[in-house]
């Protein structure tokens, strides 16, 4: 084994073993050791880049062991320039996400976020259909707890319907995926990639199902239901990571195995796709427009921004696949700082009624400085991460050509207005006007050291928490050739095998 | 790379800039220097390549691939372009070091001066990008800005409104020109200007590109029927609506068409458009700025109708004087801006209704004003009345026919162009006279407020307003100086020939203007002696409130646009949450109570549960028998 495979397999092994660890140990003691392995996991990750050997596509470096043969499930890993970016994000998040629990309690919260790195991880860096399916539902359970475990007050409906609304894709996930590995008998995404082996019904059958499992994970409108109530009920950190990189498995699966594995399938559903992403587009910014709770109006603007993604991706070219990738990650970036600053100001306030916040400008300038930064980057501002994915979607379409491929282009970018119009009612509503304290505040606030939150200034981990995600937002604005690097050969030999 | 400078420091030093801690006293000071700093440094790197690069100047590196698009981050930075750069950082070093004492009490002085750079830094991106990715770019950031500083003074209610008006209604322009760029790129492949100029596109692919770019550019250039967001933006700070009539933002379209004229050139179609759509906001901007009580916004209809007059020179072929245009009226309107917040400044309000009589107080400010309505109206040699005459002269000369666009286009410009120089110099005395002349309304009509002392009762005692501290009142003399003298450059061959200007002619087409300019100064004159100290707008009688309402725009946008989005915000809400949502509620609940249903029947006492075993026992052997005998 080279040093490259172990630091693969260690990616996915580290905050396994992690969590395990945490698990054993006293609360604060575990709060710092969890962090630790977070923060260890990244060095593996920081690793990969340098196994990549030349831009012949192709993986940069993989492992492949032999599990259960009966099944045709192989342990194996690999990493290309597609996946690359999504595990970095993954162990990018974590760390601020562990790092960001040492001022509260919460030993159980951070086994489980490694529990659930673990899974992420493992999710985009499976080769083996099996093995994908392992990992995909591997998360299910942790964000469960987690959004059960710490969440707002009506936390039990919320994960229920979250745990119930995404097995029921797995349900199709797992139809797709046996599907795939009976009629094409294998498993492995490397041999199947280009859908080799399968024929035109069996390739229509398994995009479907593997399209509806990850629409629901994506969200794709209209099977985004879950997303808002899990994200409004979800703590902090919870919605960090469901929106930072759960919601890209998603994506991320139907760009690999949906794409991949079925190509036919993919060209023949594009435009019912791009339909609904377009759909999702104007749905999801319109619904915000007439959110009343911040964290609330965050979820739904993911629902938007994810459909820009799919959007990107329906248009099966090359163009629109890389704007995929690259939509996903500043998605990553900016609402997961999005939820950090929506936690933040939830704390302070204890409310995220946009009708009962106010004022925030002259009270905590730093804060409103860096909410504006924050949904300005998501309003797709050019020159910070936002815009590359979502413009280059619109170019994609446009593109593509003919009446219907246009029409979705026009729709998409009237979206990317709306997005503006919802983030600015937003900001006018907490950064603007005279500073409302609610009685809440009030009166705690009079108790003499009832709660050190109510301080205006931002505070240490704040800061570790977010200015990694800013810097990034403006570094991946500048230079998005920090994510398509490596993608645009593995995004060739998938549109070359399209019809 | 040294164009790059251009728009990197400004940009650079703006970053920074929004990391400093808000503060009074001390803590100005870094925020300060790095502003001016930002300005100054562009304003050095363009003179000295203006003075000794060989231009035009044309780097340009791959940036990042998409798909098969490839996208460079490239300048092109001609001699045109430098012009432009220079006023642009001219005039935002004016209003940084004007910002230090007009915001001298303003706790979040740091931010602002940072955006102010961030905004100047994008405004030279525009101009100096030779590719349209950083053009769109520097575009979006302008757009970002000017939200930001609008909404900048917490004492205006109305400030976060605006601000949110101004960033919505270019936004909404931009989608246009989001989709135009698109068309532009995904035809070419490419991304850089120098390539899509020479591209071969078909008509109808052009023309619609063209267009939907004109959307963008009638957005951020305040064009009808986008431009109802400038005279709102009269809420940001004054020095920062100099900034945004001046140099940046508004020029920003105007520019853009002139980078793009070769594919303009092609296109009859986006040409008439333009046309049209200049003379509208010519007429439009004139007749409200007529009525206007308020200073600030009699300035800002004022711009939206000289951006009218580039626009439609633009329109009828002429760029070059578009761009003659743009850069005296970058002098005048900075200059009358400052001067309108040294006169704001000083009489704490923003109301012609309530100033009259400055002249004695406030010289400078005054004769400031003189040289900048004058400029404006077009007065020669003021540098307005010299890029006014190139624009009619252009459209008098489309009327005549061979150029692109049709005739009656220019005869369309031409008519409206002609017409507004009136209105303007109508307008512009009636501002000069009600602001300086007559005696102070600072009281109102009832008088000042009687006061009541120990001693005797009496009137307060008017503050005496005078000129403003010498970091307001040196920009203000300094732009003096090429708001009256930059018409006379038309006169420098080396100017002409960068501009590809015409060379000027005095002809006796110039009659026709200056009687009209006469005529429209001599009326408001008449009407101001007739009734000494009443506003000449009186006159306009019912149609006063129409002007001053800018023709109900703002209403029929709202009934238009504003209102039908939140209806169908508020039908897609209720669909998501009553039909698509309860979809999936539904079959949780409906699962649930199936599964209650037969865990009732699971519990129904022994009896009950026998005749249902036997009854069940009866069926399928009534089933084994059917099926049986059909065997």
New interface residues.
């Given amino acids: 084994m080279t040093i490259y495979q172990v630091a693969l397999v260690a990616v996915v092994a580290l905050p396994a073993l992690g969590a395990a660890v945490v698990a054993l140990l006293k609360d604060r003691t575990a709060r710092l050791v969890g962090t630790g392995f977070a923060a260890v996991t990244l060095l593996p990750i920081i690793l990969l880049p340098f196994a990549r050997s030349s831009a012949d596509g192709g993986l940069w470096t993989e492992v492949d062991v032999s599990w259960v043969s009966a099944l045709n499930l192989d342990f194996h890993l690999g990493v290309d320039g597609v996946s690359y970016p999504l595990v970095a994000l993954t162990g990018l998040l974590t760390v601020l996400c562990t790092a960001y629990l040492q001022k509260s309690s919460g030993r159980a919260l951070t086994a489980l976020l490694l529990v659930l790195e673990a899974g992420i991880a493992g999710t985009f860096l499976s080769f083996d259909l099996i093995l994908f399916f392992l990992f995909f539902e591997v998360v299910l359970l942790p964000m469960y707890a987690v959004i059960a475990g710490w969440g707002g007050e009506d936390r039990r409906r919320a994960a229920r319907k979250f745990v119930l609304y995404t097995l029921f894709g797995s349900v199709f996930l797992l139809l797709g995926v046996v599907t795939v590995a009976v009629s094409a008998g294998t498993g492995d995404l490397a041999e199947l990639a280009g859908g080799a082996g399968l024929d035109r019904t069996t390739q229509y059958a398994a995009f479907t199902l593997l399209a509806i499992a990850f629409a629901v994970k994506a969200p794709l409108w209209p099977l985004h239901t879950w997303l808002p109530d899990a994200h409004t009920q979800a703590p902090t950190v919870g919605s960090v990571i469901l929106a930072g990189v759960l919601l890209k498995m998603g994506t991320y699966g139907l760009v690999r195995v949906g794409v991949g594995v079925a190509p036919l399938g993919a060209e023949k559903a594009a435009p019912v796709l791009g339909i609904l992403a377009v759909a999702a587009i104007l749905a999801g910014s319109l619904i915000c427009l007439r959110q009343t709770e911040l964290k609330r109006l965050i979820a739904y603007s993911s629902v938007g921004h994810m459909g820009f993604v799919l959007l990107g991706i329906a248009t099966l070219s090359e163009t629109g696949l890389q704007a995929a990738l690259l939509g996903n990650v500043a998605h990553g970036l900016i609402t997961g700082l999005l939820f950090f600053l929506a936690g933040a100001i939830k704390d302070r306030a204890h409310t995220g009624e946009l009708s009962e916040l106010g004022g925030l400008r002259e009270t905590a300038p730093r804060l409103a400085g860096v909410l504006g930064f924050a949904a300005i980057a998501s309003l797709g501002l050019p020159g910070l991460a936002g815009f590359w994915g979502e413009a280059f979607a619109v170019v994609a379409a446009v593109q593509r050509g003919g009446g219907l491929w246009t029409t979705l282009a026009v729709l998409a970018a009237i979206g990317g207005a709306l997005t503006a119009a919802y983030f600015l009612r937003l900001l006018r509503r907490v950064t603007h006007g005279p500073a409302r304290v609610p009685a809440t505040v009030a009166s705690t606030a009079l108790a003499p050291g009832a709660n050190g939150h109510l301080l205006p200034g931002v505070t240490t981990v704040e800061w570790l928490a977010w200015s990694p995600l800013a810097a990034l937002t403006l570094a991946v604005g500048l230079a998005p050739a920090l994510v398509l690097i490596a993608t645009s050969a593995p995004v060739r030999a998938l549109t070359e095998a399209l019809p | 790379m040294t164009a790059a400078l251009i728009p990197g420091v400004p940009l650079l030093l703006g970053?920074i800039g929004?990391l400093l801690p808000?503060g009074d006293g001390d803590r100005r000071r870094p925020a300060a220097t790095l502003g001016i700093a930002g300005a100054a440094a562009s304003l050095l790197v363009t003179l000295s390549l203006l003075l000794f690069a060989h231009k035009p100047i044309d780097v340009s590196t791959h940036?990042?691939?998409?798909?098969?698009?490839d996208l460079t981050i490239g300048f092109t930075v001609g001699v045109a372009a430098l012009y432009v750069a220079l006023a642009v950082a001219t005039v935002a070093l004016f209003v940084q070091i004007y910002s230090v004492a007009y915001l001298h009490d303003d706790p979040?002085y740091a931010?602002y001066a940072a955006q102010v750079s961030l905004f100047t830094g994008a405004m030279l991106l525009v101009v100096t990008s030779g590719d349209l990715?950083g053009v769109?770019?520097g575009?979006?950031?302008m757009g970002?800005c000017s939200?930001?500083l609008i909404?900048h003074d917490?004492r205006l209610p109305e400030?976060?409104?605006a601000a949110?008006k101004a960033?919505?209604v270019t936004?909404?322009g931009?989608?246009g020109f989001?989709?135009g760029v698109?068309?532009l790129?995904?035809g070419a492949g490419t991304s850089r200007i120098a390539d899509l100029r020479t591209h071969d596109y078909s008509s109808g692919t052009l023309t619609a590109a063209l267009l939907l770019i004109l959307a963008g550019v009638a957005g951020k250039s305040a064009q009808f029927p986008l431009h109802t967001w400038l005279p709102d933006a009269m809420a940001g700070p004054t020095p920062i609506s100099a900034l945004i009539h001046a140099a940046t933002m508004v020029a920003a379209g105007v520019y853009v068409v002139f980078r793009l004229y070769p594919l303009y050139d092609e296109s009859p179609a986006a040409l008439a458009t333009l046309g049209v759509m200049a003379a509208i906001t010519i007429l439009l901007g004139a007749l409200s700025a007529t009525a206007q009580d308020d200073m600030k916004r009699v300035l800002a209809w004022s711009t939206v109708s000289q951006i009218g007059y580039m626009t439609g020179a633009l329109a009828v072929g002429s760029p070059a004087a578009a761009l003659f245009h743009l850069l005296t009226h970058a002098a005048f309107k900075a200059l009358l801006f400052l001067a309108a917040g040294a006169v704001i400044h000083a009489v704490g309000t923003n109301y012609l209704s309530r100033m009259g009589g400055l002249r004695e107080h406030m010289p400078v400010t005054f004769w400031s004003f003189v040289v900048g309505l004058g400029a404006l109206a077009g007065v020669p040699p003021l540098s307005g009345f010299w890029s006014k005459e190139n624009v009619l002269t252009a459209a008098a000369h489309a009327t005549e026919g061979g150029g692109t666009a049709p005739v009656w286009v220019g005869w369309v410009v031409w008519l409206a162009a002609l017409f507004a120089v009136l209105i303007t110099a109508w307008y512009a005395t009636r501002l000069l006279l009600c602001a300086f002349f007559g005696i102070s309304r600072e009281h109102g009509p009832d008088g000042p407020d009687w006061e009541i002392g120990f001693d005797d009762a009496r009137y307060t005692a008017p503050a005496v307003p005078h000129d403003p501290p010498g970091a307001m009142r040196w920009p203000i003399l300094i732009l003096t100086i090429p708001a009256a003298l930059l018409g006379l450059v038309a006169y420098a061959p080396g100017f002409r020939t960068a501009l590809e200007m015409e060379d000027p002619h005095l002809s006796v087409a110039l009659v026709l203007p200056l009687v009209l300019l006469a005529a429209g100064a001599g009326a408001a004159w008449w009407l101001w002696q007739a009734v000494p100290g009443a506003d000449p707008a009186a006159a306009l009688g019912p149609a006063r409130h129409l002007f001053a309402s800018g023709f109900h725009l703002d209403t029929i946008q709202d009934r238009l646009v504003v209102r039908p989005?939140?209806a169908?915000?508020?039908v897609?809400?209720a669909t998501?949450e009553k039909v698509?949502?309860a979809a999936?509620e539904g079959t949780?609940t409906g699962t649930t109570g199936v599964g209650n249903a037969l865990a009732v029947a699971h519990r129904v006492p022994l009896p009950t549960a026998a005749v249902a075993v036997l009854a069940g026992a009866l069926l399928l052997g009534a089933v084994a028998v059917w099926f049986g005998a059909a065997t």
């Fill in positions: 970053l929004l808000p940036w990042v691939s998409i798909g098969g698009i979040r931010p990715i769109l770019v575009w979006e950031v970002a939200y930001l909404g917490r400030a976060p409104a949110v960033f919505l936004r909404v931009d989608v989001l989709l698109a068309v790129i995904a989005v939140r169908i915000a508020k897609v809400t998501d698509v949502d999936v949780g």
